[in-house]
């Protein structure tokens, strides 16, 4: 259940795209994520977007930039501590961003929800996930045999992830490599990301992972490092066709 403030602070509206390698990222604050104040919320949001775009915009080798977006403050509680990171973003997470970008005239970008709890809950292996990234699709239709869709990233951030400073990169990066499946089953069309560099093959169980990348230390290893991830060129490569940067001129 999710609940809608009277107030939404500093709401602007949609900015246009300076060139198709632009992405707007819409930062929500949901009661109980860190900080509690509005200073320390904007400190955090600024530094995530600084930070993806140290990496993704990196060396000059790739242009990719994450444009920071005035930050929204929302009454609604998403506690993630019991919510498995599926359940969280098909669930209230998804409906958070649906009725923030809706009051906001629906502009193309990432929308990244700051939620309460330190970790998601347990899904499968040994760690608790601090976030989690996707894509909701909208306005999907097949039209002269050529699918036709709008594409807005979603990401979704627990407490801990204030201490872990390139989950947002990560997270953005599923949001980036997530392309869609043109084999459709049953006349339903998944999207999945996909890591060029991966899969990752998890050293203990065997278990293959298609959405992380297998480079130690990379940006989209399962587990981050604490000093600065790198990203292969196959990464930016394959991020720079993402849908999200065509959304603006495709409208
Ligand atoms: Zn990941």
New binding site residues.
């Given amino acids: 259940m999710v609940s809608w403030p009277n107030q939404i602070l500093k709401i602007r509206p949609d900015q246009q795209y300076q060139n198709n390698l632009q992405v707007n990222v819409y930062g929500i604050f949901t009661a109980g994520s860190k900080p509690s104040n509005f200073n320390g919320r904007q400190k955090r949001f600024n530094r995530d977007i600084n930070l993806a775009n140290q990496i993704w915009n990196g060396g000059g080798m790739c242009n990719i930039n994450f444009i920071p977006q005035p930050v929204f403050e929302v009454k609604t509680i998403i506690d993630v501590t019991n919510l498995g990171f599926q359940a969280a973003m098909e669930g209230p997470v998804k409906g958070l961003i649906k009725k923030v970008k809706h009051k906001i005239g629906n502009p193309t970008g990432i929308y990244v929800v700051y939620t309460s709890g330190n970790d998601f809950a347990f899904s499968s292996g040994s760690t608790s996930p601090i ?1 989690a ?1 996707g894509v909701i699709i909208e306005d999907f239709r097949i039209k002269d045999g050529i699918p036709k869709f709008t594409l807005f990233g979603s990401i979704a951030l627990s407490n801990r992830a204030l201490n872990a400073p390139f989950t947002f990169a ?2 953005a ?2 949001v980036l490599l997530t392309e869609l499946d043109k084999q459709p089953f049953n006349n339903i069309f998944k999207f999945n990301a996909i890591d060029p560099t991966g899969p990752f093959i998890n050293p203990v169980t065997g278990k293959s992972d298609i ?2 990348s297998n480079l130690v230390g990379n940006l ?1 290893a ?1 587990v981050l490092p604490n000093i600065i991830p790198t990203i292969d060129p196959l990464q930016l490569q394959k991020a720079r066709m993402s849908r999200i940067f065509q959304n603006a001129i495709i409208k």
């Fill in positions: 976030g990234g990560h997270e990066g599923h959405a992380h989209m399962p």
